[in-house]
């Protein structure tokens, strides 16, 4: 569905200054069928790159085919065969819902007839009946994400494109958006293309992650498969005397390959051990710390999460980034 090679995008700065690459040669090959999360800190590269392939930017340099056709020489065959639900509402504010939505599909070549029928479906499909004859600017957040949602489905793409479509949305809202848009995926088959600040949707939805920063793909891969690599399961201990935190550090780091201090518990008393599998570590651990005398107070293992992927792989935290 998108086979992307060496894309490049190079913006110009003024007065002498050097160009910013905000991408640097990005290889992307993406399955019909799956649903991609492109996930990176601000300044990544995620929206030129989504904006490339979407035909709203050209590339410096670089080629790609998006549903089967070129960026480049093909723009409007891309067009007809994506849908893209931006950052920003796409409705009108002084337009009903339903009239937003047949303008949409007259503007994609249905007749008016098509158009109204199509509307219709996509109103019932995304509970939105009810709102059909209000403005976006009485609906609430939520409501307004789901009229987006059904914009960029009115002619019915292969691949549809989500620029972060639940930020700003409480937790109820997007859950609910999230509902709506897996439910039409499984009924379509449809591939998604999706970029969000929020780690747990990627990590609970998406078949595949990719991470990008400073312009280049940094990991590609399951969000299970990425986290087991390149991060690794945790064991928090926190112990009953901070005088036994250099021992147990010691025996820890000898079993398990690396031990840290630990926020956990009163000052000195934490310690976090990166290991493989923290269900099966964790017995042959305490067991070790105990016979060496170590008291432990409490234990508890910890997955790691896409932010400790990107911890691992750049030293600093993807949620960190994102607020900075």
Not at 196 to 213: F, G
Not at 215 to 228: N, Q, S, V, W, Y
Not at 231 to 242: H, K, S, V
Not at 272 to 291: C, F, I, K, S
Request: hydrophobic share 40%; proline share 5%; aromatic share 4%.
């Amino acid at each position: 569905m998108i086979h992307a090679r060496k894309l490049t995008r190079t913006f110009a700065q003024k007065r002498g200054r050097p160009g910013v690459e905000a991408v640097r040669g990005l290889d992307l090959d993406v399955e019909a069928g799956t649903l991609l999360a492109f996930l990176g800190p601000n300044g990544a590269g995620k929206s030129t790159t989504l904006r490339m392939l979407t035909t709203l930017l050209p590339p410096t340099s670089g080629t790609a085919t998006v549903a089967g056709c070129d960026i480049a020489d093909d723009p409007a065959g891309v067009r007809r065969r994506i849908g893209y639900v931006s950052q920003k509402n796409a409705a009108s504010d002084h337009h009903r819902v339903r009239d937003e939505l047949v303008a949409q599909g007259k503007a994609y070549g249905m007749t008016r007839a098509r158009a109204k029928e199509r509307a219709d479906e996509l109103l019932d499909r995304l509970e939105l009946r009810e709102f059909a004859d209000r403005t976006p600017t009485t609906l609430s957040g939520g409501q307004r994400r789901r009229v987006d949602v059904a914009l960029g489905l009115v002619h019915e793409p292969e691949l549809l494109f989500l620029d972060e479509p639940s930020t700003g949305l409480d937790p109820h809202s997007r859950a609910e958006v999230w509902g709506f848009v897996l439910r039409l995926r499984e009924e379509s088959g449809m591939t998604l293309f999706l970029t969000t600040h929020y780690l747990e949707e990627a990590d609970s939805m998406a078949e595949r992650v990719v991470i990008v920063d400073r312009g280049r793909t940094i990991a590609d891969g399951t969000a299970d498969g990425l986290k087991a690599d390149m991060a690794g399961d945790r064991i928090e201990l926190t112990l009953r005397e901070a005088a036994d935190a250099a021992r147990a550090a010691e025996i820890a780091a000898r079993f398990a390959g690396s031990a840290a201090p630990s926020p956990s518990g009163p000052a000195g008393t934490g310690l976090a051990v990166t290991v493989p599998n923290a269900d099966a570590a964790m017995p042959e651990l305490l067991g070790a710390l105990d016979v060496a005398g170590v008291k432990i107070a409490a234990a508890r293992g910890v997955r790691p999460t896409l932010d400790d992927v990107f911890l691992a792989l750049t030293g600093r935290s993807l949620n960190e980034e994102e607020t900075a």
